[in-house]
């Protein structure tokens, strides 16, 4: 069964802060793709960041940073100084045979 | 380009009552798909369509059905709407070539209550 997993379910934190949040995901599969997106407060969904599971290679896109891990099942999502601008829900997805897992996402909020 | 338009942005339906949502898409990609949005729960994938005149079941099928109508139109369809129906509901496409899935791009969304 494929599943992903976001344990946490709300985080504050005061701007200029790091803040890293978490993506588990379960998965027989050998091939597959992982994603994180953004819903900010307006409710659009926007895309990220995409990995293929050969790709382990971090990624670093100004403030963001991602980190993806095989042995533990992780793809780890990294905002460096954090600005009142990335307070959104963000969501770690999952794609195997043409299906998309979703996590219950990771709300946060960050206080100026 | 529009991207991704879903109509309509708000519903209320009765309990029985039946709609369509209609989605379209102008970036020429050849899969789509649609899902509900519940507080709590994430996305969760109703059906998709790899392909025009291919769709499939997704996590939570039940109660919905769709149709591909051509490459740039996916509709999903309540034929006896229920209250658990209540939900978020977008639709999203993405491109596809042989052994890779790319990006979704996501709709606004269509907010259905059912009383």
């Known amino acids: 069964a494929q599943k992903v997993t976001q344990a946490q379910t709300e985080i504050s934190v005061v701007e200029k802060e790091d803040v890293t949040l978490d993506c588990v995901y379960e998965t027989r599969d050998t091939t597959y793709y992982l994603f994180w997106y953004k819903q900010p407060p307006s409710g659009e969904l926007v895309f990220l960041i995409r990995?293929?599971?050969?790709?382990?290679q971090n990624e670093i896109s100004g403030r963001y940073s991602w980190n993806f891990q095989k042995s533990t099942s992780s793809f780890n999502f990294t905002i460096t100084a954090s600005q009142v601008v990335d307070s959104a829900v963000y969501f770690c997805a999952l794609e195997t045979g043409n299906q998309f897992y979703f996590g219950t996402g990771t709300s946060l909020t960050v206080i100026p | 380009n529009a991207g991704v338009t879903q109509t309509p942005k708000f519903q209320v339906l009765k309990t029985g009552q039946s709609m369509t949502l209609q989605c379209a898409q102008d970036?020429?990609?050849?899969?789509m798909y649609w899902y509900r949005q519940d507080p709590g729960m994430g996305l969760r994938l109703i059906y998709y369509?790899?392909?025009?005149?291919?769709?499939d079941k997704g996590e939570v099928p039940n109660g919905y059905n769709v149709s591909r109508l051509n490459k740039r139109e996916f509709s999903l369809r309540l034929e006896s709407a229920a209250p658990s129906q209540t939900s978020v509901y977008f639709c999203?496409?993405?491109?596809?070539?042989?052994?890779?899935?790319?990006?979704?791009?996501f709709g606004p969304g269509t907010r259905l209550t059912v009383t």
């Open positions: 369509s790899a392909s025009e005149g291919t769709t």
């Open positions: 970036m020429n990609h050849n899969s």
């Open positions: 999203a496409s993405s491109r596809t070539t042989s052994g890779s899935i790319y990006e979704q791009y």
């Open positions: 990995r293929n599971s050969f790709d382990e």
